[in-house]
Each structure stands twice: as structure tokens, then as C-alpha cells.
């Protein structure tokens, strides 16, 4: 595996730019974060960062919203823009050739957008229709409920927002969401493909340097949700739930704990597959994955079934999750690393892949992974050192969440 | 980059587009067969068997399936449409042959009695999932409010009722008649030697029975219509309207392709402005559906319910001003340039590639290399997209919605 390498730069103002020049493709991805997810949502107004993500689009500068986005389309701009929980991002894709002009037209979007009232009230509908979008979608709707339940607030709060955190915002508050968060000091930029690293240093220079940074605000915490429930629902399937702690990126026993999850729900010979829909037929969908903030992380699981098959599907999946720490055969940890390792090298093929993969590893290490550094951690990796995971840290915090026509009984 | 293209004796067609600049190899096979291919004694046979297949064969297990391709590092999946059933993989270069022979395996498994009446269960599952999924219904139904009792309007996974009554022996026979080789296209890309993989292609498919499966083409009768499902539980209304276009041979498919980024697009497009920017739908999107001699203009839009007539007259207006009075060079350009964009960025990887590769085969017979589709994108003109307005116009012969309302104007309760 070649490493490619990442070219740092740091302005003064805290904005960190990360490129990774790619040969054998002519495109170019770049990923823009600034720190000023939904965690920041005011009390009681979830849902701002939300609106300001889409808002931001609707002017810059000079430029009302029909000129911003034709600008975007007129370069063949794939373009995603939005709040998470920690971010507002703004993802593009594009040919190499492009990126520079991209980069201005972002520059004056991150830096002068000019929020316009009119767009206000269209925006925060848009807004509600999507939480409606959740509410039909009980997949969609269980992952979000769990969340609120297995995380503390600010984290615990949907990226989405709320109902009535978007009846009670005001277009004054979205305004000062983007002068106290929207700043250089802590944002990244993740560049991967057909660029030239000098030119990409030259114009981020020319378009940031004169931006001053902004201080910023202390998150206020708070408590969890409750460790078991049920939200009465019409369907035909009961949606269940289940989370856990884990360990965060960060962490130096990170590599154990996502092959613990890998060997539970990646791929088809995992162990929830196998034993919830292969053995048994109870389901179609179910899994597990590992979620990672950057300082606290979760398992999450899902599965959806009919009614009548529920109890036993919770109770196979709570079997698997239990019965990880009492032996894993070599076998399963091989398969986990064989398509950590294709997945690696695959995710060369993807500049968008690339470019996320760096601003995401900025976030979490303050610093880039090299391929090759990554693959070193999942070769290393022994039964003994997951097992040992998985004993020092016992299931703590379990969370069970049904949606559905009746609740379930944790056994 | 070099393409190769052979067939074996038995019939399967095989196409390669071979490149060193990659990483990874992609392979598919694409069998001829889909939910249009069925009785309706054994509606939702297409993809109950894709599920079917990766049960095992003589040499393989279901679990030796599932345990090989993960050790292998495999990303493979497989889906079944109206007309294509696709088994894929992405591999590193040096796992081909084992892929192959996995993948291959697949399309003859022994479709043992106890793996059917297991995977029934999971089929019966899925179905339940997607019943709660409105998005997913309003399509099913709009397939099959259009095309009727055209076989393209049948569900691709069938009815609980269906996948209960159907019996291993009926999906043993279906495979018989519809896996024979003349009736698949094994579409391969990425980094990988012709000569090797030609000599694995003998090896793995050379035994495969020979023969094609015909397929009916009666000329639909398309008819307006319009079905509200009442859906009291659903916060929004979703819409799915369609109307006639040209197939999946038709000269002015290019144009079709780019008259639905210009219209439908989920940005900058007319869509996007009259709909979408205001807040008065989540999302509305219209495509372009190419199908074996027939095609269709498939709009959705999802929303609130109290907006859902009068969003249908705002999109009646869009459809009337394209159909009268075209489109502008502008947009035209525009539509290019994000058009052209998606197909270098698709390109990159191999797995983009094989789309395109297989059924450029399998409904055109013909290859077509990146630098073809770019050329002939760039090469549509504003008349062009007026002509085929001129023969397929936008429209909305057929309308479905559900969610809480109970009636549309125009239709009883």
C-alpha cells in the first residue's frame, strides 16, 4: 500500500487545511467543517444549526441564492451542505480543474452569507417536513430516539432538530449561531485528488487569512435519557434499538473495540447476521455499528421485524452482544481485518472518501492517519487484546428502545 | 484503458473494460430477469431467488458464502429491478479468481427446501419493512397504476400472499428457464489482465446451459389514472406521477437524461426553484426511466398534506411551460456540466463502472467508454430536447399519493 502524502497548513486565524494530491483521477473532493453543529443549538431552539446549514446557501455577498447555486452547477459541483451534530459541513466533488473556482465561491459563502429574511420562514419549513420525513420512516425514527436516550445533552439532540425548537427560532438567533460558531478557529478543510497542494496553499491564504477568529462557548451538559423504553407506534414491524458504551477514536484500545463491532455485524458471516436473519429468519435488516464522538462513543444496533418475532429478535440479539467477550475464534478476527484492509485500499478510488477521511481523523487525533499507520493497528490486532476490550469494559449503560404496536421485555 | 468483449459457447456474454490505474476489480453478473419475466403464480420468484442464491450449491454452503466473501475483504451485493437481476463484487486484484468463483457460484445454487422455506421468512420480513415505508409504496403502486396489466407494472417482491403460496419446485423451474447463459451479461472492470480472466470466465460459466429466454413486449396501455392510498398514520403526503417516454434505444435518451437534471434535478432545478427553495415540499425529483421497449418520466415529491393539490398544480405548471415552450441554452449548459461531472466522478472506480457497462450491453449491445458519453452529452442540442418533448411530453398520466388524505380532486373517495 503506497501513502500518500498529506500537506499540512496552518493559518494563524486556527483554520486547518489538509491536502492529499491523488494520481489516476481527474476529480477533486473537499470537505469544510466549521464547529458549529446542532450541539451549539441554543436552549430549548433545537434545530438552528439545521437552519443555518441550508440558510447559508440561500446568499453571499452580492449574490442572491439563484446566483450562488448556479455558480455551484455551472462547475459541475456535487455538492452537500448541512449540520451534523458537531459540524456544518459543506461537501463537494468535482473535475480537479474546477476546485479553485469552487473554493472562492465557498469562501464567500462561509464568509458573507447574507441569511436573507425572506428565505427564513420557506427554510424552517422545509425544516419541519423533514422531521415529518422521520416521524414516517420508523427505521429512521428508532436510530434518532435512541440517540436522544444514549447520549447526554448537548450530543443527545437530533442534527434535524425539534418540532418546537423550530416553532420558537428566530432568524436574529440563527444570525448570532453563525457569528459565534461559523469561525476559522477551529474549522477544516479536507482536499483529496487532482490538485496541486502549493495552489490549494496559495488561495486558501488569499481567501481566509483576513478572516479573525471568534471565541468560543463552553458546551452545557446534562443528563441521559432513560435506559429503557418503548414509543407506541402504527406499523407493521416493531423497530428495536440497542445501544452501549464503547471506546472513541481517540482512544488508544480504539482498534479493539470496532473489531469487537466488526465481528458482531460486518459483513455477512458477522454474528448478528448469522444468527438473527441467516439462522432464524427473523428479520432482513440488523446490525451494529460503532459511533464515535470525540470523546465518548456507543454501540448501536438495530433491527426491524414483525410484531410476533420481536421478543425473540431482541432476545438473540442481546445473546450475541452478551456472549462477544466469552471467546472469538481467529477466523472471525481475519475475515474483520481482510476487508478493514480491502476497504483501505479501496477508499483510494474515492477522493470524497479521502477527503472525509482526513477531516475526520483532524477532528478526532489532531492529526492525519497514514494508510499504512492504519493497517499496521488492524494487523496487530489479536483475539486476546479484543477479548481483554471487552472484559475491562463490560456492557455498561445498555439501552433498549422498541418503537412499535407493543414493548418488549428485556431478558 | 482496453475493452474486451467475448462469448462463450454457451451463449453468456462477457465485457471488460481493463485499466492498471485502479486499485480494485468490480464484477457483475446481469441476468436477464426481473418482476416483467414473471407469472402471476409466482410474482416475486425474481427476487426471492436473488436471496435464494447466495444459499449455496455443491461446492459451497450458505455459510461458506457469507464466510469466503468476507474473507476475501468483498464488497458484494445483489438486487433485482423490473428487468435486470445483478449479482456484484468489488476485489482487490489478487482475490478475482476466488471471487469469481463465489459470484459464479451464485447463479447455480441448489435451492435446497429447508434454505427456501428459512429465507421465505426473511422475504416475508422485508416485505413488511417496506410496508412501512410510504416512499417505497407510492412507487410500487405508481408502477403498477401506470403500466396496469403490463407486465412492468408487477411488484418486484411480490405480496405475502404470493411468496407464501410459491414453492421451491416453481422457483427451481423459474431458474431453469431464465438462468440459462444466452441470458446474462458478466460485465467486468478495473485492474486486471484479459487473458487470465478469460481463461477463469471458461473455467467458472463454461458448463452453464446455453439458451435465451424470451421475453413479451406488448405495447402498454397507458391510461390516466389516479389512486390516493389512504395512509391515516403518515404525517406527509408523497406523490408519484408518470407519463410516457422514449426506451432505453431511443436516439434522444441523452436528451431525456438531461431534460431531467434540468426539470428535476435536487438542485438549480425548476424543481428546485418553484418547489423546493420556497418550503413547500421536502423534496420533489423528477427522473427518466429507461426501460426494454418502454420508458417513463417518474416524478416524486413529498410534503405536507395540505400542500399536496396545490403542489400538484405547481408542478402541472412547470410540466406545461417545458412542454410549450422548451428549455433555455442556459439551462441546457447547465444540465451538461453537472451531467458530464457525475459520469468522470462514477468513472473513478471500478464499481462505477460496471453499471454502465452491463446494461450498455444487455439493452444496447454495445460498449460505451466514458469519452462516448461525455461526447454525446455535450452534443445534445436545445432542438433535440424539443423534439422529444414533441413525443414524450411531461406530463402526469398517471398520479398516485398516500398519506393522510383521503381523496384528491378528481378522484372519488
Redesign the interface.
Known sequence: MTTPRVHQFHLKNGMTVLVEPMC????AAFSLLFPAGSIHDPPALNGCAAVLGELML?GAGDWD??EV??R????????NEGADRVFISFNG???GENLADALRIYAKIVRTPTLPAE?F??????AR??L??I?????QKVIVELRKRCYPPPWSLPAEGSYDGLDHLTLEQVADHYRHHVHPNGAILGIAGNVDPKMVQELISELFDDWGPVEESPLVTGSRGPFLDHIPH????TQIGVAYDSIPYAHPDYYAAWAAVSILS?????RL??EV?????????VYATLHTLKDQARVLCYA???TE?AQETLDVMLAEIRRLDQGILV?EL??CC??????L??Q????SARATSLTSDWYHLGRVTTLDEVRGKIEALKVETILNHLRSSPLTNLTVLTLGPQPLEVR | MKFHQATLPNGLHVVAELSP????VGMGFFVRTGSRDETAAVSGVSHFLEHMA?KGNETYS??D???I???????YNASTSEEITLFHA???PEYVPTAMGLLSGLLRPSLRTEDFD?????????I??Y????SFLAYDKAMHTHFHEHPLGQSILGSVESITRLTSDQMREYHRTHYQAGNIVLAVAGKYEWEPLWELIQRSCGEWSSGITPRDYPTPQIQTRQTVLHRP????QHGMLMNTACDGTHPLRFAAELLSVIVGDD??SRF??NL???????SAELSYNEYDHAGAWMTYF???PEEAEANLQRIDKIFEAVNQRGITAEEL??AK??V???I??RS???MGRLGSLGNNWLYRGEYRSVQDDLRDVAAVTASQISDLLHSYPLGRTTTVTIGPLESLSGSGK
Open positions: 489516476d483521477v481527474q476529480s440561500r441564492s439563484r447555486i448556479t455551484l452547477d455551472n462547475l459541475g459541483v456535487q455538492h466533488a468535482l473535475l428565505h420562514e420557506p427554510v424552517v419549513s422545509g417536513q423533514v415529518d420525513s416521524e414516517d420512516e420508523p427505521r402504527e406499523s407493521t414491524q460486518g459483513g455477512s458471516s458477522s447476521f448469522t436473519r441467516e439462522k432464524r429468519g427473523l428479520c432482513y435488516s426491524g421485524t414483525t418475532r477466523e481475519e475475515r481482510a476487508r478493514a484492509k480491502s476497504s485500499i479501496m483510494q478510488e474515492s477522493t | 490505474h485502479v486499485h480494485s447466495f450458505a455459510d458464502v457469507n464466510r466473501f468476507d474473507e476475501i475483504g468483498a464488497r468489488a476485489v482487490l428459512m429465507e421465505k421468512k426473511v422475504i416475508l420480513e422485508e413488511g419493512m410496508d412501512d415505508l410510504p398514520s403518515s404525517l406527509q438542485t438549480g428546485y426553484w423546493v427553495e420556497p418550503g413547500l415540499v421536502e413529498s410534503g405536507e449548459q447547465q456540466n453537472k458530464s461531472s457525475r468522470v466522478l473513478e472506480r471500478p
